[in-house]
């Protein structure tokens, strides 16, 4: 079986190797191609040493830290409530949490110059409350509202491991521990946070992979002092047609990228937690 | 019972509502009411009209909306095939060669789609595949990023199938083809359908690696839409968006129905 196995492997491998694998070893090659076609480190130095990428590389990371940050919070609270205090829409919540995954991030960008852009809800009862002639609401244009955005369109991301590992938890935990007169804070301490930890690992891991890439809400923004690796990589390679500059910024962002998966691997398979489906970028 | 009080199971219910509508909820209403708002000059929109999708489909929307469909589609199917087949393949394998190729096969998940759409800009520039300005690139684009999720979804379905049921059909003379289309496939089907779906869903809003490699005659909705609200149509942008979504709920509604009647055969 095994001997045999492996024919059948050829067809979608080969495949996979020339639609990924030879377009990954292209960029990699490019990369270290400099002007004139000499070989070398030299755009690497260049570009490495420059205010743009170091720039773009701390705001990225600060971005996708806080970001997933504000995800585990808002999504553990939101998990918790929908788990342990159950109401009558609650299925309806977990329903719409797996749709709110299959759309597109940009939504949510688009959404949020609708409601905090300079024309926007907010900043017209902002307007009519205070007389004010100027539209004062203003993070939208900033890395706050990118983070913001984030935070929306990525804290499902974290609650569906939260909530499967929620529903594997045995409630006579929780009714001992309160019959023992634990109170609820205690209880989220002790009995909680504890199994949700492997869940919380593997979803935080994963939300921070894909806010690390994200490229959909940060470019629908448009903030002129927010620029990521992605933005970094789009800017050089189509609006500048320097191919090389942007695959330095292509591996190192994909050099973080893949390290970060492989700590997500090794968590899920450490842990066995929570059983996240990773969606776009 | 956490909340033993019923006043502090409220106040937890209301902490609920008062993050999540505001959260999750508004962005959703409010570019489906941007959509159809004929002025937006206060808290909220007036003389409410279909201009912006009428508009967006006297220039382009219609061609972009055959477009994205008919990558979705195509990118879904030999996704679902390349996918599917690596999935029994690694099956196959022994468990270190099963280990390895799974990884080769999951690892584009791992990599930003802006990356993958440089790399075939790079890579297909050049012969022997000269590709570079053609709708096959972002077809290829999107084969790409999809794979991987019908890779893992199928195999997450392989796992949980009942060995028994195979093994009964070749011990009574089954072939093996006969084995995989008449007994495993069947079996699958419920995997199968919530892995196109789920394929179809990230096609459809695909950006990253789309802005990349698209040529000026394979302009996809979302890659529309950006050019929309980037010179300032931004509500024309949200009608579109929400033809996206709705084209998308459809599509996911439709494959949740035909997972359970799957499921019940």
Known sequence: MARTGWVWVVVPLTV???????????ILRQSFTGEGGHVGLAPYAEMLSSSLFRGALLRTIQIASLSTLGCLV???????????VPFPGARVVSGFIGTFLAFPSFLIALAFTFLYGSAGVFNFIAMDLSGATQPPIDFVYTKWGVILAEITFYTPFVMRPLLAAFSQLDTALIEVASSLGARPLRIIREVILPEAVPALLAGGSLCLLLTLNEFGIVLFIGAKGVITLPMVIYGKAIQEFDYTAGCVVAVV??????????LYRFLISRTGGGRAVAVQG | MLLPSRVSRVGAWALFFVLFVPVFGLPIVVVGAASIAGQWNDVLPSHLTLRHLHDAFVSNAGVELVTSLATGVIASVVALVIGTWAALAVRALRRRGAKVIGTLFVLPIAVPSVSVGLGL??????????????????LIAHVVLVTAFAFSS???GL????????????SLGGRPAY????????????????????????????????????PPGWVTLPVGIFALTDRGAVFDGAALTVLLLVLTLVVLVAVSRIRTR???R
């Open chain 2, 262 to 264: 799957a499921s019940y």
């Open chain 1, 74 to 84: 808002l999504g553990f609270v939101l998990a918790l409530i929908v788990s342990f």
């Open chain 2, 154 to 156: 199928v195999s997450a």
């Open chain 1, 16 to 26: 996979l190797v020339v639609i990924f694998y030879y377009p990954l070893f292209f």
């Open chain 2, 121 to 138: 800009l790079v890579a297909f520039s050049r012969p022997p595949f000269l590709l570079n300005g053609t709708a096959t690139i972002v």
């Open chain 2, 159 to 170: 796992a949980r199938l009942p060995a028994h049921y195979e093994q009964v059909a070749a």
């Open chain 2, 179 to 214: 084995v995989l289309f008449r007994v495993t496939l069947p079996l699958l089907t419920p995997s199968l359908v919530a892995a196109a779906g789920l394929c179809f869903a990230l096609s459809m809003g695909e950006l990253g690696a789309t802005i990349m490699v698209y």
């Open chain 1, 253 to 262: 962002n994909i050099a973080l990228s893949v390290g970060l998966y492989a």
